[in-house]
């Protein structure tokens, strides 16, 4: 009886094993992103353009990792920035800008140096961010 009973326990770990990695794969294969209900026009703004105060603001976060909305007038600008590298040479892509209902849904990715440049690591790339430029909107913003 009690060679039944460590057998039953151990197909209930494994059992319960199984479950937790099934729903830790649902968990992260399942897509997040808000459904597109429209498109959004906008303009990556060069730093010769970005407003003054706004580079105040991107300056005190750009060694960390950072995302950040600003409003001025009538423009609404969405920075993302990625912190300090190891090197510089790098550059930041944006993958999906799009309205969700009432969100403005944002997705950038990080991409690297490419393998044949050599970068100073005090290059002013080295930390690396992004501005876009978009019509002011009463929206949440949803960063990727």
């Not at 580079?55 to 920075?79: H, M, Q, W």
């Given at each position: 009886?009690?060679?039944?009973?460590?057998?039953?326990?151990?197909?209930?770990?494994?059992?319960?094993?199984?479950?937790?990695?099934?729903?830790?794969?649902?968990?992260?294969?399942?897509?997040?992103?808000?459904?597109?209900?429209?498109?959004?026009?906008?303009?990556v703004?060069?730093?010769?353009?970005?407003?003054?105060?706004?580079?105040?603001?991107?300056?005190?976060?750009?060694?960390?990792?950072?995302?950040?909305?600003?409003?001025?007038?009538?423009?609404?600008?969405?920075?993302?920035?990625?912190?300090?590298?190891?090197?510089?040479?790098?550059s930041?892509?944006?993958?999906?800008?799009?309205?969700?209902?009432?969100?403005?849904y944002?997705?950038?990715?990080?991409?690297?140096?490419?393998?044949?440049?050599?970068?100073?690591?005090?290059?002013?790339?080295?930390?690396?961010?992004?501005?876009?430029?978009?019509?002011?909107?009463?929206?949440?913003?949803?960063?990727?």
């Amino acid at each position: 009886m009690r060679k039944y009973t460590v057998y039953a326990a151990k197909a209930l770990i494994l059992l319960v094993i199984v479950i937790a990695c099934g729903f830790v794969f649902w968990a992260c294969s399942s897509d997040s992103r808000p459904e597109k209900t429209g498109d959004i026009s906008y303009t990556v703004v060069p730093e010769n353009e970005v407003p003054e105060e706004l580079l105040k603001l991107i300056d005190e976060r750009r060694e960390t990792e950072f995302r950040l909305s600003f409003s001025e007038g009538e423009n609404l600008y969405l920075v993302v920035g990625y912190g300090r590298q190891e090197t510089g040479g790098y550059s930041i892509q944006i993958k999906d800008l799009y309205l969700a209902g009432d969100v403005i849904y944002l997705d950038t990715e990080l991409l690297g140096p490419l393998p044949e440049e050599t970068a100073d690591t005090k290059d002013s790339t080295a930390a690396p961010w992004l501005a876009v430029k978009m019509q002011q909107m009463d929206k949440t913003i949803y960063f990727e």
